[in-house]
């Protein structure tokens, strides 16, 4: 276990660090990066990058000082990709940083309140990591079965509609009428998955399994708990290769399950969910900036400036202003 309070008293204890995870150079995550900077001036910025996309011009980030994480992962939606972003960029974190707190978002997040407010109430919790997740129940077969990739079909754009939706439409009824295998997949360009049962899982009433929100704040104890757990136990990392979206169970199940870190089932983040897909958050728009601002929490997501810039706008009212 990392030895949190040494290694805190070698450096300022005072710092605090935020983890950017972005694929898109585009102005909003420059905005961000430099909304931060602003706000907390001492603060450590680290930015993971997908590797699939060229990364953001060094000299840009030297200016704001931001660390660009390397080795850079190729990130997937839905698969174990996500978790390797996070653990690769806390591994680097701990090796170069001391810190006491630590948020991770994303490059469509933004600040709801002055960081320096945010900063000064998490000094003095007696929480050790803010994490939204409940025990598994409903989303059970994403994480006790193992998925198999079937063959990704490169003509499957040129499949008429009709029969798309009808193989869609078969698949939920499949999984619906029975509990032996599933079908999981096809979302945002990943290939479909087979679900089949497990001879066994690492689940138990010792060590039970959670789902939840991948976005959360970790203490410098907690961010080094994950890193030595991960390393220590690689057959449950491994078993989540083989589940959907295991970002969303993967932390929060380690940590819930970490008798020695005091875990909040709050991630303290504002997220609205499309009713109609809950897959999917919804794009906040001016309409909900009062919403946004009464929430009290630190972040918010997901914004998008191209389709309405009105709530970054009346944020940076708030987070920059408030920090001169």
């Known amino acids: 276990?990392?030895?949190?309070?040494?290694?805190?008293?070698?450096?300022i204890r005072s710092r605090f660090a935020y983890?950017?995870?972005?694929?898109?150079?585009?102005?909003?995550?420059i905005r961000l990066l430099k909304v931060i900077r602003s706000a907390s001036p001492d603060?450590?910025?680290?930015?993971?990058?997908?590797?699939?996309?060229?990364?953001?011009?060094p000299s840009h980030l030297d200016a704001l000082g931001v660390e660009l994480v390397e080795p850079?992962?190729?990130?997937?939606?839905?698969?174990?990709?996500?978790?390797?972003?996070?653990l690769n960029s806390?591994?680097?974190?701990?090796?170069?940083?001391?810190?006491?707190?630590?948020?991770?978002?994303?490059?469509?997040?933004?600040?709801?309140?002055?960081?320096?407010?945010?900063?000064r109430e998490l000094?003095?919790?007696?929480?050790?990591?803010?994490?939204?997740?409940?025990?598994?129940?409903e989303y059970r077969s994403r994480y006790y079965l193992r998925y198999l990739s079937l063959p990704n079909l490169r003509i499957a754009h040129r499949i008429p509609l009709r029969i798309r939706r009808f193989f869609k439409q078969a698949k939920i009824q499949i999984n619906k009428r029975q509990s032996l295998f599933r079908f999981e997949g096809g979302l945002r360009g990943t290939p479909f998955k087979l679900g089949v049962p497990r001879l066994r899982t690492p689940f138990s009433e010792k060590f039970v399994c959670y789902k939840g929100s991948d976005w959360f704040t970790l203490s410098f104890q907690a961010a080094g708990?994950?890193?030595?757990?991960?390393?220590?136990?690689?057959?449950?990392?491994?078993?989540?290769?083989?589940?959907?979206?295991?970002?969303?169970?993967?932390?929060?199940?380690?940590?819930?399950?970490?008798?020695?870190?005091?875990?909040?089932?709050?991630?303290?983040?504002?997220?609205?969910?499309?009713?109609?897909?809950l897959a999917h958050p919804v794009v906040l728009a001016s309409q909900h900036v009062e919403e946004i601002v009464q929430s009290n929490k630190d972040f918010a997501r997901k914004f998008d400036a191209k389709v309405d810039a009105g709530p970054i706008n009346r944020l940076d009212e708030i987070v920059v202003q408030a920090a001169f």
């Open 225 to 277: 708990y994950l890193a030595e757990y991960s390393r220590e136990n690689a057959s449950v990392l491994e078993y989540y290769r083989h589940t959907i979206i295991p970002s969303e169970s993967y932390f929060q199940t380690v940590l819930y399950n970490a008798g020695q870190l005091k875990v909040c089932n709050d991630n303290r983040r504002f997220i609205l969910w499309d009713t109609a897909n």
């Open 72 to 86: 850079r992962t190729s990130v997937m939606w839905g698969d174990i990709s996500h978790v390797t972003a996070v």
């Open 1 to 11: 276990m990392i030895n949190s309070t040494s290694a805190l008293s070698e450096k």
């Open 19 to 29: 983890l950017v995870l972005a694929y898109e150079k585009n102005t909003q995550l």
């Open 90 to 119: 806390l591994e680097y974190a701990l090796q170069r940083f001391t810190f006491e707190w630590m948020s991770v978002i994303s490059g469509q997040d933004y600040p709801v309140r002055p960081l320096a407010t945010i900063e």
């Open 123 to 137: 000094s003095c919790s007696r929480f050790d990591a803010y994490v939204r997740a409940d025990p598994v129940s």
């Open 43 to 57: 603060a450590i910025i680290l930015l993971h990058f997908d590797a699939k996309y060229e990364a953001p011009d």
